[in-house]
């Protein structure tokens, strides 16, 4: 090469070297790249730098901070919710009622004689609801006025029909906590409708609320949108108690998660889910989240990705999936004979799926030699020069029990591809919404989730269901029970 050459190769691989390196150093900050793509473990630090001067040190440009739409940025200014002194929000929609409902006691408490149509009634209260009735390809709003009324027994008692009041959520310092009642403006059906809007739909309060006046012809304030979403929240509690023990009861586990955010704290949404339930829960990322969900003395087999957190159970399958991405991000790169040991890697792990799903088990001589080489491979590359080369091949060997389990036991499934899909859905509304606001919300947020997914896992019809789990929260009944459609 003549001297021009060089120096004109060398410049190109020194703007080649820049440009790489500003890219890295790229987020949605410095970039159009949207703040979902950012790191969440930097999310903070990112915050507390001062504000980026413009690249011609034009401070005046940095001067008015563009909108990002971080959740933290709101996080100094005022609290969510209405300002105290702010004006309120009233119906301007008169209610028209269509039919009213007496409640009368029927039987003394005291002595235990039938209240008889004869004796004479006081009314003691009454109120409105309206409710939504879901016919065959329609739906419709109705109002209904419930009357209570008191009778006096013969006796002396004075029996009292009232609405029933049911689960109550506390936060200390809150002005007013959420306490279900019958006595309540938006009927149980009514009131699952809005929460399925937001919680399977994904849309905000005041979408919902505008969906409800243009379609429905419904006014609603959005603390009452609020209410109905939070409501069906609390009543899924109990239930999810229950889907715990049938997941630590279960042969076969699959467990992910994925990074939430909790007024733009970074949290953890954890994902169990089996052949006929789900569980999500929000908290940290610490391994003792994952033993206080599946318990201390879980046996079945959990199926995972490589997190430290579930390493320690002794019946692992490894999901396959992601050592294959891995494996393919070597092949395409430019890690040199490292590439080589990718693609191997990739075709052999391939091959070994198939091999056991098409009935093959691990006594075949076929199946032996497969797993043979892709162990020699590892052993072969796990001094590689090339670091991710040599971390691949080391993560493999290191856990290659639960790499492999699967071919010993044809039932385990080689990729967790049942816990990702589950978490698609939440991660879909965590970019819109940001997560949620408070260790409530985010406890509600993942009980009505894991009961909206187990009723489809089970094949329940879903808002029947939650209809009913909120009719009978709201009057302190125990929960009724997802049951399979097959046990129903
Ligand atoms: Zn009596």
Redo the contacts with the bound molecule.
């Keep these: 090469m003549s001297r021009e050459e060089v120096e004109e190769w060398g410049w190109r691989q020194h703007e080649l070297a820049r440009s790489l390196a500003n890219r890295l150093g790229e987020d949605s900050s410095t970039s159009s790249r949207p703040p979902s793509s950012d790191d969440p473990y930097r999310r903070g630090e990112r915050e507390k730098k001062p504000a980026a001067v413009g690249p011609g040190g034009d401070e005046t440009s940095a001067a008015a901070p563009e909108k990002t739409g971080d959740p933290a940025e709101k996080k100094a200014s005022r609290p969510a919710g209405k300002r105290p002194g702010a004006k309120g929000f009233w119906r301007s929609q008169p209610i028209v009622t269509s039919a009213e409902i007496a409640h009368a006691p029927t039987v003394?408490a005291?002595?235990?004689?039938v209240l008889g149509l004869d004796l004479k009634r006081r009314c003691v209260g009454a109120h409105n609801s309206l409710e939504l009735v879901r016919g065959d390809m329609s739906l419709q709003v109705t109002a209904t006025k419930h009357v209570y009324f008191a009778v006096r027994?013969?006796?002396?008692?004075d029996n009292v029909a009232r609405p029933g009041v049911g689960l109550r959520s506390d936060i200390e310092g809150r002005r007013r906590n959420l306490q279900m009642s019958e006595r309540c403006l938006v009927g149980p059906m009514l009131a699952t409708f809005i929460a399925a809007l937001s919680l399977r739909f994904r849309l905000s309060r005041s979408k919902i609320q505008e969906f409800l006046h243009d379609w429905l012809g419904l006014e609603l304030g959005t603390a009452t949108i609020e209410r109905c979403i939070h409501e069906f929240g609390l009543a899924s509690e109990p239930v999810v108690e229950q889907l715990i023990e049938d997941v630590r009861a279960a042969e076969i586990v699959h467990v992910d998660e994925t990074p939430w955010y909790q007024k733009g704290d970074l949290r953890w949404m954890w994902v169990l889910v089996t052949a006929t339930t789900t569980v999500f829960h929000i908290g940290s990322r610490r391994k003792e989240e994952l033993t206080a969900l599946i318990g201390e003395a879980f046996l079945g087999w959990l199926i995972t990705d490589g997190y430290a957190a579930y390493r320690d159970h002794p019946r692992r399958q490894r999901c396959l999936a992601h050592l294959i991405r891995k494996g393919l991000a070597l092949a395409e790169g430019y890690y040199g004979a490292g590439s080589g040991f990718g693609r191997d890697l990739v075709r052999d792990l391939r091959r070994l799926i198939e091999r056991i799903h098409d009935g093959e088990g691990d006594d075949m001589p076929a199946v032996k030699r497969l797993m043979a080489r892709i162990k020699w491979n590892c052993q072969c590359n796990r001094d590689e020069f090339e670091k991710k080369v040599r971390e691949l091949a080391g993560e493999i060997l290191n856990d290659w029990d639960a790499v492999v389990a699967f071919v010993g036991d044809p039932d385990l499934p080689p990729t967790n591809n049942e816990a990702e899909r589950a978490l698609r859905h939440a991660v879909i509304a965590r970019r819109i919404s940001f997560g949620t606001r408070t260790d409530e919300g985010s406890r509600f947020y993942a009980a009505a989730l894991s009961v909206i997914d187990t009723c489809r896992r089970r094949g329940v019809e879903t808002w029947g269901y939650v209809g009913s789990l909120i009719a009978a929260a709201r009057a302190s009944l125990p929960p009724p029970a997802i049951q399979t459609r097959a046990a129903a």
């Design positions: 003394c005291a002595c235990g004689a027994c013969p006796c002396g008692h």
